[in-house]
């Protein structure tokens, strides 16, 4: 069977449960000359509602109408669909301020072509991954983020991230909270990692919380940025053993490790289309 | 959507791989009144193989028929289908020696309900779970191995275990080696936890050779037993950090927990129907 | 060098960080004849506090004096000082409810010898471990909590527990809460297992909690039971990975594993005198 | 107490175990002036070996007759000494091929201060990194192994990486087996990354041969290199779990993530003088 990778499709779709989905939707493919690669499915029960991520091999020399008339079928079945389209060659944005492991964990791993994307542009409220940016050849935007200029700041990096469309953006331990207003009018997702197992440890300092507490692990968090503080819907986490030998500086050092392991497996879930939100939840299909 | 789950089916298949299987199967189900509930699929593109397993609920009110006319159409897409009835309770037994710590695990699970089975009986080497045993109301055989005598030995414990059609049988830390004429006649699969991280330490003593070579982990490995000591498919592993300070009656302490972690799991996905064999390898459907 | 087990000397040490205090203690350790098997240390630097853990051969011919002796000299150095004397076997009392699994594990340790300690007798608001209790020889005592009857019941409790030394109490699922009363008149320490990975999810339902949020790890934490609800000090924690396909049974089931884990450890720290609690922490000499 | 870092001394030392090390060692510092910080022991009681790594800080003015002293006081009782001086920033180099997650990985770590230290140069026999060093600032060497070239391009590697003092030298996963020759001239420890759990899948290929045994676990292990090919002393390991979804190729993505976590983890307890090795094996004092 060879790989025509240029053809594959992949769904996204969620809906109310009902009988005979699976099969109506496989069938549709089928008919159609496609070939499933990989079907999940999820329901949460308690809700009624039915998500699915479809992979499949399209004959179709048309794929854009193709597409469209998956979207067509599904919302006669009562499902939202999405479909990645093989040919777009997803884009997204760093955020970043002082802390730079994240960034640089990210910046590696593109470069190594762990990540098929397009990196657009790294904005920061520092300076200092300037020289990184230029050697790496990635447009970096410095928007300061000065006491009482936020609103002013978030319209800047609103311009400098509209200029091209974005399929996501990146908070790599961007240590400002983004107003509503900035993730209303930023039309894609955003991904925070935050340094803590949420929902232990909400908001600033968490490894100073973790470390008062005495907690024999700390945890990473990466989801998806909503207006609530380290509220939004979590995709990935993670944690480390710590012991009362470790202060501040040590968890801070340990924490380093689980939120780099944590933000690019979000990332790369992302990149592949396997995450659903719904409410404060996400599926994962991995 | 109400849980008819005593009509629920859950099939495995396994067979080349071709165009249109997913949707065929799918197709298949859905024209005879069935709802898919979860269907997972893999394939190995090396060996261009294609497994599958699915779990739907059937309409059908003869559930023999409605198998057997499943596996008679997947055959005719020349894959090989196994089907688990809804209304089959599994039976298993457990051989056990003289370090009993997965034997109780075993126990306390089947008492609390976490294993969906009925346990036929244990047949031991030594004498020290009959007193349990006969408290929590579990047959059980003492069919001592003496030097020389384990060809008779294994007569015995065929001729016991084979007075009720067993679904399979556990090794739980069973000190002998199951010749391959037992294999053979045993007639189900046996399931074996080897305490290292196997390919690591084959045979006798692992703990002990774990510890001579200075390992910083070591794990347990639960994988159905062959004629090749500790050499068939392998289930599930784990692993549990160690250090300088630990000799080896330690390393047997900190690994009874993983090998009751490990063999547990594998007897769960056993009992659901979620493990596919092939060569040496698993597809293990979790 | 022999192994005199008989003479071993454990001691537990706290107080103002001073300098000198390491070669001080192991000095006098040294002048009468003792011999340091292993000594650990810890300096909070914040709170300026020193702890010590040190284990020792001691020729002494009565080890009450020398205990007395040690204990002594540690106070002229400003700490306070807790020994624990070889032929002193601990013993502890187990408060269960209806979910058994860490009563069951505890007692299958208990009976394989993991742990060196006497089960003074458990003591349960349910009937359901009595058959198990006699089979395995542990007195049991029903104590019901009726609604409004709490301090009666934890009255008949502490008359119950208060008829032989206790060392520690363990909560292996005791499903209620203690109160400040009882904590600080029965007099040893209570260690409790919570099922979430504390400070997330405090009070009841926990993996309710956890599975309403969405996270992608579930916890337990062992702790010091004191009268603010699950917030004591930490002695142990452990995670396991959940995803969107399980449900609270799923995460109740896969919990259960760990709380088994993380309970046991704790018990095993416990009654190898490696903890020091100092406010709301704990010092872990593992 | 003031943190007098510029006189902090680490001492390792190993020999045969006997009575009254510990306090005569804590003892000999204590009439110096010094004040211990931290201690730590072991004894191999099968070899009859005691280890200790003692932290102190001494009130001497000449660190070098104090470290010449405490290594004579050592060997008086039969102990080895090794001794760090706080003014003394260890050196290393790494080697690498083509893989360079690991380097880069490092490169990162060292430029955040992760590591204190000097990165002296890095020789490959590729060229793939040399831009990167040029932006980072640090020296570059290639050195190509052409077939049948070896023993002349480790000649040139011994000319180079002996241009200065080496505390050790790293192999962020070089593809080439160093000679016995060139372990013994380079005069210092060379520590490597292997991609499997050790001592499982020794050799070329690991994570191929994982693949093909069809192992749920992959690992990583960074040893010291020794003349026998993955047979040095273990200093740490980790695994990531995997499935039968996944590929060689994953095997690589995912083992990637480890190699990183376990040579960094071993390198800074190298940097921290936290090992001692023996024979085959690692006390690590962490």
Redesign the interface.
């Known amino acids: 069977?060879p790989d025509k990778r240029e053809k594959r499709l992949i769904a996204l779709l969620s809906g109310p449960?009902?009988?005979?989905i699976?099969?109506?939707l496989?069938?549709w493919?089928?008919e159609r000359g496609g070939?499933?690669?990989?079907?999940?499915?999820?329901?949460?029960?308690e809700e009624?509602i039915f998500f699915q991520r479809i992979e499949w091999d399209s004959m179709s020399g048309d794929l854009e109408a193709e597409t469209s008339a998956f979207r067509k079928y599904a919302s006669e079945l009562g499902m939202e669909a999405w479909v990645a389209l093989p040919d777009h060659l997803p884009a997204f944005a760093i955020l970043v301020s002082r802390f730079?492991?994240c960034f640089?964990?990210l910046i590696?791993r593109w470069r190594?072509g762990?990540f098929r994307c397009r990196l657009a542009c790294v904005v920061s409220n520092h300076e200092v991954v300037r020289g990184?940016c230029e050697?790496y050849g990635i447009p970096f935007f410095h928007v300061p983020v000065p006491e009482g200029g936020k609103e002013e700041a978030e319209a800047r990096q609103l311009d400098v991230l509209g200029r091209e469309k974005l399929d996501f953006v990146v908070m790599a331990r961007y240590m400002q909270v983004l107003s509503p207003r900035f993730l209303e009018r930023i039309g894609c997702p955003v991904i925070n990692i935050h340094h803590s197992?949420?929902?232990?440890?909400v908001g600033g300092k968490p490894y100073h919380q973790a470390h008062?507490?005495?907690?024999?692990?700390i945890?990473a968090t990466a989801h998806y940025a909503t207006p609530v503080l380290d509220d939004g819907?979590?995709?990935?986490?993670?944690?480390v053993r710590v012991?009362?030998?470790h202060?501040v500086p040590d968890l801070i050092?340990k924490g380093r490790?689980i939120e780099k392991?944590v933000l690019s497996q979000a990332i790369a879930w992302q990149l592949e289309h396997r995450i659903l939100v719904y409410g404060?939840?996400?599926?994962?299909f991995?």
Do not use: Y
Request: charged content about 30%.
């Open positions: 069977m449960d009902r009988r005979g699976v099969a109506r496989s069938g493919i089928f070939n499933i690669i990989h079907a999940d499915q999820h329901r949460d029960r009624g730079t492991h640089h964990d590696q190594a762990e990184d050697h197992f949420l929902p232990a440890f008062t507490r005495g907690v024999k692990l945890g819907p979590i995709i990935h986490q993670d944690v012991s009362h030998r202060g050092r490790d392991i404060r939840k996400t599926v994962v991995d």
